[in-house]
């Protein structure tokens, strides 16, 4: 589940470090390398293993912030689901833009979206905004989400 290991990560790697979530950093705890770089302006992210390498999360360093933090978000969905299932050497992920929006059928992809949406917005803080009044303009700033990343979340919890 998507949310389950979210959470525990946000449990035990984040911490009491608050809003917004560092994707970066996590994945930085968790041994992977993030690097931003000049790619293909169709691709999004990418995440790759190498034998004997760490895994690599690789950003479109021409994408906004708020594009690059849920990338990243979602390129650790794509690793966490690969080490779940055992450690392999070598694979790799390409994301190309417009797939990664759409909700697909692709069940490493739907695990890569929800994964980032729970580790950047927790439904726990979300119901907490949203009870203390919070508009979605003010939770994608808060979550550091787009505004179509937390209309999206808040539709999904039945919130909007
Ligand atoms: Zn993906």
Redesign the pocket.
Known sequence: MPRTTANALLNNVWGDRGFPVDPVWIANELGLDVVETQISNEVS?A?LKEAEQDPVIILNQNDSNVRKRFTCA??L??YIRRTENGTSLEYQ?I?YRG??SSKGIDP??IF??QFAACLLMPEKEVRRLAEAKYSPVMMSSYFGVSDDAIRFRLSKLGLR
């Open positions: 992210g995440l979602h390129e969905g794509h992920f994301d797939k990664l490493e992809e890569a979206n």
